[in-house]
Structures are given as structure tokens and as C-alpha cells.
């Protein structure tokens, strides 16, 4: 091979190369339509710890499309090392402040690594994206037994920890003060009466102004239940109960009744009879649902001026059965005395002559 052939051979390889690194330092622009850009979940839900979220966007990700500049080496090399989203937080210029920012994100993703290193710049659609950053913030809350009719229940955990965004705590505070379980009754529907029963894993209901709160937790997530269903029935002594005298509308203020039984006017020791939660009522202090013996007169009755008449315990149905001396009434005989208001006698000293 004489001398010349091979100096035009490394002339031509020269030539090559030369041209392969011209071309791989010439700049270029790519478009890439579907690129993934996050921020990160919380790594911890201690006190304090950074939180941050897109509002309005379901997930830490979304998508957005690159319009990217550089060499075509330096863009052979983004292409392959975009497999997975970006993480937003990896650049200098993502923000640090709590708050609501509206984000830039050519700026962001220009101080990223993966974009500044290999001398990139890019143009991005949609150009910004809103992002709130916060801080954890656990309120610790009393959790309320559920408040059911017929039986008796505890916790056995006073206290769970709501688990939020700061900013999100200091909206609600003021109006979530306890947190509640939530039972589901087909588990109870079938329990022994009178029995203490334990109720393993009943779930603590998430606040209704917090269906949507962003990282939301609590703490235990689902507590012990001890349930004891309670006698359907119930019964409880009234030491007095006083008689109440109704009169037909027009009648009202012109007549003086009284009512005596046994020569007392009110009846003593009235058992009374009937489901737990209407017989909780009566004994509530002060009572929820007051028991009273029931006088109705007619006016026939009053212009006849009747010495008997008769006491019940309600006008309507009743759920409530009513035990006097041993015995059951719905209805028990009482001594009247009915003297029209205008026929009073007047007092002694409106009556006295002059003089006396």
C-alpha cells in the first residue's frame, strides 16, 4: 500500500471524526410530549415535618410537555436516563416556604440536575403549576362513645391523634373539638342482653369538613368497642306524681278544680313500665319526659259540677304501662271539687260591716 493511500485513508478518519463530534456538539431542540413531574409524599408524619401538594391535582404527579434545547449528546443522554418522573424538590429554585406558590416550571427544572449538568434549557406546557407547602400537625382528640338507644358502650382508647396539614388544622379547629366511631349495627344485632361485649377494630369516622383534606390520618385508625345491650324494658318508681287538670279552651280561668286521691292531691308511688330509653328519660336529672296524671273535663261536666271523674297517665298511646298498689291502670277513679271562680266566697275582711 504505497504511502499516499494510507495518508488519504487517516485523512478521511480524521475528516469523520471531526464530523461525528461537530455533529454531536451541534444544538438541537427535541420535543418531548409526555414527561412526568412530581413532588414527594411526606417521609414522615412527625410533628413538624414537611408536607407538600398540587390542589386541584389527584396524586403527586402530572403531565406536562418539554420543548427541550442542547447538544445532541447531552439530549441522547435525557432521554435515556427519563425513565421515571422528575422530582421536583432535586432543583435549587423549587420553593421552601410554607405557603401557596405558583410555581415556574422552566425555571425549576433549568436548576434541576438532571437539566442544568448537561447545559439543557426547556420550554414547558402548562408553564406553571400551583403547589402548597405545609408542615405536619398531629391534634390529639377525644374520641366520643356512639350514643345508642338501649345500650351501654365504652372506649377503650380516650384519645386518637388527627393527623393534617398545619393549615388545614388551624380552618377546622374551632369546629372539630372530638372524634367519633362509627359501629356498624349488623354487629351488635345479635349480642346477649346484658352481657359486657368487646368489639375489636370498630373504625374512628373521618370529620365530614375533612372527606377531602390532603394527607390526612388517624391515629389509632380503629379502637376496642366494650358494649353491653341493655334490657329492652325498664321500670322506675315516681315517688309523686301530681295531677294536671285540662279544661275546654273557653272554660280556662273560670273554674277552681281540685283533684285529690286517697285524700292527697297527687299519687304516690307510680311504677312505670317500658322500653330502656323511655324510662332513661323520665329518670334523667332533670327529667327529659315528665309523668303527670292526666284530669280531662268536659263542659257538661263542669256546669254539673261532678264530685268523680278520672285520671290517665297520656291522651294518646302510649309504649308505658303504669303500676299502682300492685295492680295495672290506665286509668284510676279521683274525688273533684269544681266551684266556678266568680261564686268564691270573698276573704273575711272584704265581708266585714263597718264598724266591726
Wanted: a negative charge.
Amino acid at each position: 500500500m504505497s504511502d499516499r493511500f494510507k495518508t488519504l485513508i487517516v485523512v478521511t478518519l480524521c475528516a469523520v471524526l471531526i464530523w461525528t463530534y461537530a455533529d454531536s456538539q451541534s444544538i438541537q431542540t427535541r420535543t418531548f410530549p409526555a414527561v412526568m413531574l412530581r413532588v414527594p409524599e411526606p417521609p414522615s408524619t412527625a410533628q413538624g415535618s414537611p408536607v407538600m401538594w398540587l390542589p386541584g391535582l389527584d396524586g403527586p404527579s402530572f403531565q406536562v410537555s418539554l420543548v427541550v434545547e442542547g447538544s445532541a449528546v447531552a439530549l441522547d443522554r435525557f432521554r435515556a436516563d427519563l425513565i421515571e418522573a422528575i422530582d421536583l424538590t432535586a432543583s435549587p429554585a423549587f420553593p421552601v416556604e410554607p405557603g401557596r406558590h405558583v410555581v415556574l416550571l422552566a425555571a425549576v427544572l433549568e436548576e434541576h440536575p438532571l437539566f442544568r449538568e448537561a447545559g439543557l434549557s426547556v420550554e414547558v406546557d402548562p408553564p406553571t403549576v400551583q403547589l402548597q407547602l405545609d408542615t405536619i400537625h398531629r391534634a390529639s382528640l377525644h374520641i366520643d362513645a356512639p350514643d345508642l338507644p338501649g345500650m351501654d358502650i365504652e372506649t377503650r382508647a380516650a384519645n386518637a391523634e388527627l393527623v393534617l396539614p398545619r393549615s388545614i388544622w388551624e380552618s377546622v379547629r374551632a369546629d372539630i373539638t372530638s372524634l367519633s366511631v362509627r359501629l356498624d349495627m349488623a354487629r351488635v344485632e345479635n349480642l346477649d342482653t346484658g352481657v359486657q361485649h368487646t368489639l375489636l377494630s370498630v373504625p374512628i369516622q373521618t370529620p365530614a369538613l375533612l372527606q377531602d383534606a390532603p394527607f390526612l390520618e388517624i391515629e389509632p385508625a380503629a379502637i376496642t368497642l366494650l358494649v353491653t345491650i341493655r334490657d329492652p324494658r325498664a321500670e322506675a318508681t315516681l315517688p309523686t306524681v301530681f295531677f294536671y287538670v285540662i279544661l275546654p279552651d273557653n272554660q280556662v280561668g273560670r273554674w277552681r278544680v281540685e283533684v285529690s286521691s286517697g285524700g292527697d292531691d297527687f299519687l304516690r308511688d307510680v311504677k312505670v313500665m317500658g322500653p330502656t330509653d323511655l324510662i332513661e328519660r323520665i329518670n334523667a336529672v332533670p327529667p327529659q319526659l315528665i309523668i303527670r296524671a292526666l284530669v280531662q273535663l268536659t263542659q257538661d261536666q263542669l256546669d254539673q259540677r261532678v264530685e268523680r271523674g278520672s285520671a290517665v297517665f297520656s291522651l294518646l298511646d302510649t309504649q308505658l304501662q303504669f303500676e299502682i298498689a300492685g295492680e295495672i291502670v290506665e286509668s284510676l277513679p279521683v274525688d273533684l271539687t269544681i266551684t266556678p271562680v266568680e261564686q268564691e266566697p270573698p276573704d273575711d275582711e272584704d265581708t266585714a260591716t263597718p264598724g266591726d
